[in-house]
Nanobody
Framework: QVQLVESGGGLVQAGNSLRLSCTAS????????LGWFRQTPGKEREYIAA???????????DSLRGRFTISRDNSDDSKTMVYLQMNSLQSEDTAVYYC??????????????WGQGTQVTVSS
């Protein structure tokens, strides 16, 4: 059973940075990718970034390339850590951020497993 647990959310001032963490444990396919989505009330969940579990190849949608960086650490056999470094945060980045694991195709991550989400609030 795959389990994803996010941490690192909170309140941050506009212009500052924040790093989110996701602890991924359990068995999932080696072809899977891990990544991040975000969602605000009344809007669809938005894909932010993904990284392959094997190889660590990073993927970003063109609309968000530049301010966000994804990385992972799978040196511990019992878990994989996935990070989302967010720089120059703006009020429109306020959302619940979700960690996800699943297949990657058609230039985006298709989440099969999800974390519970962590709130990020950017104050202006």
């Amino acid at each position: 059973q795959v389990q994803l647990v996010e941490s690192g959310g909170g309140l941050v001032q506009a212009g500052n940075s924040l790093r989110l963490s996701c602890t991924a444990s359990g068995r999932f396919a080696e072809t899977y990718a891990l990544g991040w989505f975000r969602q605000t009330p009344g809007k669809e969940r938005e894909y932010i970034a993904a990284i392959s579990w094997i190889g660590g190849t990073e993927y970003y949608p063109d609309s968000l390339r530049g301010r966000f960086t994804i990385s992972r650490d799978n040196s511990d056999d019992s878990k994989t850590m996935v990070y989302l470094q967010m720089n120059s945060l703006q009020s429109e980045d306020t959302a619940v951020y979700y960690c996800a694991a699943g297949s990657f195709s058609r230039e985006q991550l298709w989440g099969q497993y999800w974390g519970q989400g962590t709130q990020v609030t950017v104050s202006s």
